[in-house]
């Protein structure tokens, strides 16, 4: 059996997530997929079966919330776990890094992968490539289907496929985790809402992984625990969320919102 434990702050992990389980169950192989945001009951996962582990890539590192949880996570004694990320451009060498911490609970690590993915942020301190629209986000997830599939092979086989552990991925992924949190703490403290833009639907406050918004008698306060996972910031109908008074441009600073109906999945239920 193959559990696929996932966190997605905007839905390119939650897409990879659901082809895996997908490719997998092609190969003939159980699978199930679960979001860390909801329980995960870990005495239903037996010992010879095959964990994976899924998170998009922040700063050469896996969110907060997926940290947090590998944290929380039962000692592995000698269970296997595989890791896959998912990027929007280089990602040094996190899924490396976040198995050794697997590796240091006791749990074996079989495959590492990361996938291209759309890019997320395009914020005043973020200056990326300009977020795609769904039907865009889309077709550059199918594009690593072959890739998926691959990987699921390579999960189902004795063979490990470790990647990402070479000098320059250690430089590249070191150099970005050692300024994250500041980096981080810099972007989520210039949060804001424009009040003229909010229309009170309290959806940032319910969909937030980390609980860091919370609304006052109609004021919006941000809290210190922002994982920067753009969910907030995507997912608002009036783009009342922004990053400063220069981030109001939605011309300028257009919101990604995932791929096809990811952010109505993620308004009934935490993903």
């Not at 451009?89 to 006791?106: N, V, Y």
């Not at 690593?144 to 691959?150: S, T």
Request: charged content about 20%; proline content about 5%; overall charge positive.
């Amino acid at each position: 059996m193959y559990h696929i434990l996932y966190f997605s702050g905007t839905g390119n992990t939650h897409w990879v997530a659901n082809e895996l389980e997908h490719q997998l169950i092609k190969l003939g192989k159980e699978a199930k997929i679960y979001s860390i945001e909801n329980s995960v009951d870990f005495t239903a996962i037996k010992p010879d079966d095959h964990i994976v582990i899924g998170f998009p890539v922040y700063g050469s590192n896996a969110p907060y919330p997926m940290q947090k949880f590998i944290s929380t996570m039962p000692e592995g004694s000698g269970r296997l776990v595989s890791v896959f990320c998912t990027q929007a451009s280089a990602s040094g060498d996190t899924g490396h890094h976040i198995s050794e911490t697997l590796k240091a609970k006791g749990y074996i690590p079989h495959c590492i992968k990361h996938f291209k993915a759309p890019n997320n942020i395009h914020v005043p301190s973020f200056r990326f490539t300009k977020p795609v629209t769904c039907k865009q986000a889309d077709a550059l997830l199918e594009k690593q289907i072959p890739n998926i599939e691959k990987y699921a092979k390579e999960i189902t086989e004795n063979k490990k496929a470790i990647r990402g552990n070479y000098m320059f991925a250690h430089l590249v992924g070191g150099l970005q985790r050692a300024y994250l949190d500041k980096m981080v703490a810099k972007a989520s403290a210039q949060m804001m809402v424009m009040k003229d833009r909010c229309i009170n639907c309290n959806t940032c406050t319910k969909v937030c992984p980390t609980a860091n918004i919370t609304c006052d008698d109609g004021n919006y306060l941000f809290g210190k625990n922002c994982t920067m996972c753009m969910r907030c910031y995507s997912i608002c109908p009036t783009a009342a969320i922004c990053f400063g008074e220069k981030n109001s441009n939605t011309k300028k600073y257009p919101r990604y919102k995932g791929h096809t109906g990811f952010f109505e999945i993620c308004k009934d239920s935490n993903q």
